[in-house]
Nanobody, 125 residues
Framework: QVQVVESGGGLVQAGGSLRLSCAKS????????IGWFRQVPGKEREGISC????????YYAESVKGRFIISINNAKNTVYLQMNSLKPEDTAVYYC??????????????????WGQGTQVTVSS
């Protein structure tokens, strides 16, 4: 059974950096897209970045473009989200998720089949 586990969240000051990791067990990444979503209480889950396991195509939401970098290590079955220049509005629970290769085009949460438990990121001002 495929599972994903996030790590790397924490508390950081505005302007700082964090790197989130998403470790995947089960089938390999190359036939999937791996996405990062975030959610704050009372708001919908926001898709912020995604990468495909076959050719490394990437997606970034406008809210994080230029600050966050997604990367993949297929040998380690791990996806990373490097978050730089963090802002208080980046505070949220961050989730890693896995879907088919086509999910990068829509970033619809319902199209991603497997979700991690989430990791809290808190950015203080």
């Amino acid at each position: 059974q495929v599972q994903v586990v996030e790590s790397g969240g924490g508390l950081v000051q505005a302007g700082g950096s964090l790197r989130l990791s998403c470790a995947k067990s089960g089938s390999i990444f190359s036939i999937t897209a791996i996405g990062w979503f975030r959610q704050v209480p009372g708001k919908e889950r926001e898709g912020i970045s995604c990468i495909t396991g076959d050719d490394g195509s990437t997606y970034y939401a406008e809210s994080v473009k230029g600050r966050f970098i997604i990367s993949i290590n297929n040998a380690k079955n791990t996806v990373y989200l490097q978050m730089n220049s963090l802002k208080p509005e980046d505070t949220a629970v961050y989730y890693c998720t896995v879907g088919g290769l086509g999910t990068i085009a829509t970033m619809e949460p319902k199209e991603f089949a497997i979700w991690g438990q989430g990791t809290q990121v808190t950015v203080s001002s």
